[in-house]
């Protein structure tokens, strides 16, 4: 699914992207290309308009080939998607732009106080996928007005989803983790920026502004989809890379004769226990799309699948990781890199509850 030239590119570039942190000039500049960003913006806007099966497919290869360059895609074209919930001037406006990148948290935070003719934004999030290359930056933020939170019937605090320009951010350069570097997931804050009504949106299919099928589709469920495929596809690559480790073992009769038989048994039973739970992502996935109205029951099936996959992926990863001997050790080899991608990713919160 993905052309050789563009896959070699970006593999030539994963040191250089862990050393500084962020995705290089030429990674970024494959995404603009390609509109990778724009994977899920409608057509009428400037983007691809892709399918839920069909960008997600496109994630997981991505995520084969780097899961740090795979994770930057999906999380910023995640969020590229709000394009749906705008003014449709004001999205066919922005998404138009070559190097449109949006990017954020969803963890509601900060205060925004209702204006006469907008709101007043305060506040600071963290985990900005891509800070250092976005264009907009987008938070939940709780709403006030006239100095009082303001609640829902049942009494329960609400808060709405907001756009800002990047000048209007402040990012703290804070993204130390020991995987998924080159995404770069700064914090970043807000103080008291103004911002017009057309600046807030909600993320529901009611309030949906463009009628492409994904806007139909559960915003959460959408998520859990896009995310599973990544941790699908960087570990896919693990199972490769570690085989490729093991061959080498293998060479040696004594070990191969002991062990060999039995540890590439266990890699073979991973690998069908993934390709199972991914095809029945999938399945599920087809499913549900392209419907006013998605079945609930097929919905929760995908979060659990999801979930599921996220668990075995954390345990046979643990389990297989020893397998390599000092190799799987060395910071610069590639199943270390790869290992510390899938168990950074899998902090995320979505799915990392237990099942």
Same mark, same amino acid.
């Given at each position: 699914?993905? &052309? ?68 930057t895609v999906t999380l910023c074209a995640g969020a590229n998607m709000f394009a749906g919930f705008l003014d449709p001037k004001l999205a066919e406006s922005i998404f138009s732009r070559r190097t449109v990148c949006w990017g954020g948290s969803g963890k509601p935070s900060g205060r925004a106080d ?82 017009? +009504? ?53 060479? +040696? ?53 999801? &979930? ?41 919160s979505l799915l990392n509850s237990e099942i």
């Amino acid at each position: 699914m993905l &052309r050789k030239e563009f896959a070699d590119l970006i593999q030539d570039d994963v040191a250089l992207s862990i050393a500084d942190r962020k995705l290089t000039n030429s990674m970024l500049n494959l995404v603009y290309d390609n509109k990778w960003f724009n994977l899920w913006v409608p057509k009428d806007y400037g983007g691809l308009g892709a399918g839920l099966a069909e960008g997600c497919a496109l994630l997981e290869e991505l995520a084969y080939v780097d899961g740090g360059f795979g994770w930057t895609v999906t999380l910023c074209a995640g969020a590229n998607m709000f394009a749906g919930f705008l003014d449709p001037k004001l999205a066919e406006s922005i998404f138009s732009r070559r190097t449109v990148c949006w990017g954020g948290s969803g963890k509601p935070s900060g205060r925004a106080d209702v204006l006469a003719d907008g709101y007043l934004l305060s506040g600071s999030w963290m985990y900005a996928t891509g800070a250092p290359h976005l264009s907009h930056f987008t938070v939940n933020a709780w709403i006030y007005e006239e100095g009082k939170q303001v609640c829902d019937a049942a009494g329960n605090p609400v808060y709405r989803s907001f756009f800002i320009d990047r000048d209007d951010v402040l990012i703290h350069y804070d993204w130390n983790t020991f995987g998924l570097a080159c995404t770069a997931s700064h914090s970043f804050s807000v103080a008291k920026v103004f911002l017009p +009504e057309n600046r807030a949106f909600d993320l529901i299919p009611e309030s949906r502004q463009h009628e492409a099928p994904l806007y139909y589709y559960p915003f959460m469920t959408f998520a859990a989809c896009t995310l599973a495929v990544n941790y699908s596809g960087m570990f896919r690559r693990f199972l490769d890379v570690l085989e490729r480790c093991l061959f080498v073992k293998a060479a +040696e009769p004594s070990w191969d004769a002991s062990m060999g038989k039995e540890k590439f048994k266990k890699v073979d039973r991973s690998r069908s226990n993934q390709a199972d739970l991914s095809s029945q992502l999938y399945g599920l996935i087809d499913a549900t799309w392209g419907q006013p109205h998605p079945d609930e029951r097929l919905l929760d099936e995908i979060s659990l699948c999801s &979930r599921q996959m996220v668990q075995q992926i954390k345990q046979d990863t643990a389990a297989l990781f020893s397998y390599a001997g000092i190799t799987g050790a060395q910071q610069d080899s590639e199943l270390n890199i790869v290992f510390r991608h899938l168990f950074t990713a899998a902090q995320h919160s979505l799915l990392n509850s237990e099942i």
